[in-house]
């Protein structure tokens, strides 16, 4: 399965970075520098996994995740951070993201298993789809 990834991120840095990296494993990627490019993204392109950052002008990470479950809870969301406190932790959580990373993304392995990971729930949750459109109903009801 081939994934596009939106990946959002005030430093432009950050972004390029991890545009490389993806693309380079065989992803299609996509880059905003804040939640409302994103959303003007996901309402024009299919997108299966979102990689934010939190802490962004406009409109913050935790804003954009709450807006995606809304509108796109198919989307898988992995959200990144250099401001490692509670807070921002439980709010991820308590809003569906897949997981939280800390910056500095020195080494990308946790970041790659947890693209990986949301990958696997999307085959899980598309082969269901499929199963269902599958079943006919049953002609004695």
Not at 28 to 41: M, P, Q, Y
């Amino acid at each position: 399965m081939t994934a596009r990834l939106l990946i959002v991120d005030d430093e432009l840095d950050i972004r390029e970075m991890l545009s490389r990296h993806y693309r380079f494993k065989g992803f299609e990627v996509d880059l905003a520098g804040n939640g409302r490019e994103a959303l003007e993204i996901l309402s024009k392109k299919r997108i299966e996994i979102v990689i934010s950052d939190i802490m962004m002008p406009q409109m913050d990470g935790v804003e954009l995740l709450k807006e995606i479950r809304i509108h796109y809870p198919m989307v898988r969301i992995i959200m990144i951070t250099g401001y490692v406190t509670l807070d921002n932790a439980l709010a991820c959580m308590g809003n569906g993201a897949e997981t939280l990373v800390f910056k500095p993304l020195m080494e990308l392995k946790e970041l790659d298993d947890a693209v990986l990971r949301a990958l696997e729930g999307l085959k899980a949750w598309q082969k269901k789809l499929q199963d269902l459109q599958r079943m006919k109903p049953s002609a004695d009801k």
